[in-house]
């Protein structure tokens, strides 16, 4: 794929964004002037963008858009929720559009039938002069795609015309062709139309009901595809160009601090050359300390450059969801709107792009299941129409995301009967749970409150996915719920997941470390505390019983420590999950820079990446998720 189309594609996804969000909230504020000028402008420019590389048919589709907000703009239509729907489904397709040209570096060649029924959808054809038998003309449709009746009638007399056990006449192939230009005329389709009322006048034609049935069909094999089911989901790209565009101002400051560090290299050679010299070791270490400082704050002053040219804005993220939001809201029945603050919040790229699916998850629960029927929201004094807020924060090194609704909060009742039925816990030990700890709950594996299965939630995934996906950034997942008053989802993230603070660990003669993410504790545990648990071990610690893993033969190393004395245990979490690690020696603590295992070591078991030692040596950092479960 050339830079020209690369350019072009990264340019359209930037203005469709720019168009959704535009056109949802014009669905919110019809009377938004800025708004409605900033949506016209985003169609234009992708129509101007579409005419650049020839790509007539998206240019087309494009400009019926364009026209119907030109009318919009000009007071000689109104914002409806029809022209949003309209103008959304012709972005729908321009995505399509840009996908096949990802995957194939070409326009599709195909696209002239949708780009067709987007066009007459908008209604931009004038109604044609059909010459037919006097009847009432159908009133102008602003959403000028075929309804179910007009498909069902076109539908009649295209197997009318097909029939062939019936004896060929010319009236009936006429009437059939009269009606069928009829319904496309009054639905705006111009252009079928005329073709149709042509064959009304060309000698013969009447006479050969099996072309008229091929023409008739040919001309709706595109609109009645388009109409009769939704739109194609977008293809696969494969492996595709990967981009980031990057503030001018962060490359200038990775420039200078390149500049600094030739001039600290530089005097490290200046260093060489005093100890060749025979100067005074004493005067050689302190300007090696020295220079040891300098190079100390330009490296972390380097990392944390480069890390900043990785961040993305979490706008990327969340600007996907109004529009989901609307779709699950009609789905549901339920009023409710989406407030989002927090976008500038940055984070690393591989954070924003992974948020989407467990956010997803947790915001179709807060309509599901958290978020009231207008009927019961009035009944219980609150607005009919529910509130979800997505907000985002930066808190040091974290970057918090959070989901809230005002709905009724959690059932902590209907809770502990479902995780009794399903077995999560027994009897006894729900009862014994505080109602924070048997909300915690809703995370197990297959555990929903749902009686049924919808297309929104109902098959006991969606939040133990979040709780698994969040980990897999390094994360947490955090929950509080008020009855009557709603539920708060909160993830709590790391700013970047190419640096990682570990602990190192000895077992079986090896080094590994431990995210310090996953650590609760450390402990030292007598022998004599131990018990079996079948093949296993375990402990009790403040009456709580924690699994014991020899960290060594779990990753099937031996092990080199006397069993006797007291235990180094490492308690840490991971998945709901929590264990007790036990290691030979407990080391220090470092930020090192995670490299993920490739090649023939991708997909190795327990371990989440390596990074290189100060002395050489490599640190396996392990994968705690993989390991307790």
């Known amino acids: 794929m050339n830079e020209f189309i690369e350019q072009f594609l990264v340019e359209c996804r930037e203005l469709v964004e720019q168009g959704t969000g535009d056109l949802l909230a014009l669905e919110e504020r019809p009377a938004d002037r800025e708004r409605l000028d900033s949506a016209f402008r985003a169609f234009h420019t992708l129509k101007g963008a579409a005419g650049i590389i020839e790509f007539q048919a998206m240019a087309e589709a494009l400009h019926g858009a364009e026209d119907v907000l030109s009318s919009a703009r000009s007071g000689l239509a109104a914002i409806t929720p029809a022209l949003i729907s309209d103008c959304l489904t012709c972005l729908d397709q321009v995505v399509q559009w840009l996908d096949v040209i990802e995957a194939t570096g070409e326009p599709p060649a195909d696209a002239g039938p949708a780009a067709a029924a987007l066009v007459a959808r908008f209604g931009r054809a004038p109604a044609p002069s059909v010459p037919v038998e006097a009847t009432e003309a159908a009133p102008a449709m602003e959403d000028a795609d075929l309804d179910a009746a007009s498909i069902d009638l076109l539908t009649a007399q295209l197997a009318l015309l097909a029939d062939g056990s019936a004896e060929p006449s010319p009236g009936r192939t006429g009437s059939a062709l009269q009606v069928a230009a009829n319904v496309l005329a009054s639905a705006g389709r111009a252009g079928e139309a005329q073709r149709l009322t042509q064959l009304l006048v060309q000698p013969g034609a009447l006479r050969d009901p099996e072309a008229a049935a091929a023409a008739l069909r040919s001309l709706l094999a595109g609109p009645l595809a388009l109409a009769e089911g939704p739109a194609a989901a977008p293809r696969e790209t494969g492996d595709v160009a990967r981009g980031l565009r990057v503030d001018i101002e962060r490359i200038d400051a990775l420039v200078n601090l390149t500049g600094e560090l030739t001039v600290a290299k530089n005097a490290l050679a200046h260093v060489a050359a005093l100890a060749r010299e025979g100067a005074e070791p004493a005067a050689v270490a302190a300007i090696l300390k020295d220079q040891h400082a300098v190079l100390d704050r330009l490296v972390g002053e380097l990392q944390r450059s480069v890390l900043n040219i990785r961040v993305l804005p979490l706008r990327q993220v969340f600007q996907r969801f109004p529009r989901l939001i609307r779709e699950m809201v009609v789905s549901l029945g339920k009023p409710a709107r989406l407030v989002t603050e927090g976008e500038a919040t940055e984070a690393d790229k591989a954070i924003v792009e992974a948020l989407f699916e467990p956010l997803l998850h947790v915001i179709r629960n807060a309509l599901d299941h958290g978020v009231e029927t207008a009927a019961a929201r009035s009944a219980a004094g609150k607005p009919p129409s529910a509130t979800i807020r997505l907000s985002s924060h930066r808190d040091g090194e974290h970057v918090i995301v959070e989901v809230a609704d005002d709905g009724a909060g ?35 594996p297959g555990f929903s409150t749902a009686e049924t299965v919808t297309s929104v939630s109902g098959r006991g995934v969606g939040m133990d996915a979040v709780r698994s996906a969040v980990e897999r950034l390094s994360g947490r997942v955090e929950i509080e719920s008020r009855p009557g008053e709603g539920t708060t989802v909160r993830f709590v993230l790391p700013f970047t997941v190419m640096m990682s603070r570990v602990m190192t660990v000895e077992a079986g003669g090896q080094l590994f470390g431990i995210p310090m993410d996953s650590i609760v504790e450390t402990v030292r545990i007598g022998r004599d505390r131990i018990v079996g648990v079948g093949a296993a071990e375990a402990f009790v610690l403040r009456d709580r019983t924690i699994p014991l893993i020899d960290l060594a033969a779990a990753l099937g190393h031996a092990g080199t420590a006397a069993r006797s004395g007291e235990a180094n245990v490492v308690i840490a979490t991971a998945a709901g999950q929590v264990g007790g690690l036990e290691v030979d020696r407990l080391g220090e603590r470092m930020d090192v820079m995670l490299k993920p295992m490739e090649g023939l070591l991708a997909g190795t078991p327990c371990v989440a990446g390596a990074t290189l030692l100060g002395d050489g040596r490599v640190l396996v950092v392990l994968d705690l998720q993989a390991l307790l479960q």
Request: charged content about 30%; hydrophobic content about 55%; glycine content about 2%.
């Open 410 to 444: 959690v059932d902590v009742a209907r809770v502990r009967q479902v995780a009794e039925r399903r077995g999560v816990a027994d009897a006894e030990t729900l009862a014994a749970m505080s109602d924070a700890e048997a909300v915690e709950l809703i995370f197990a």
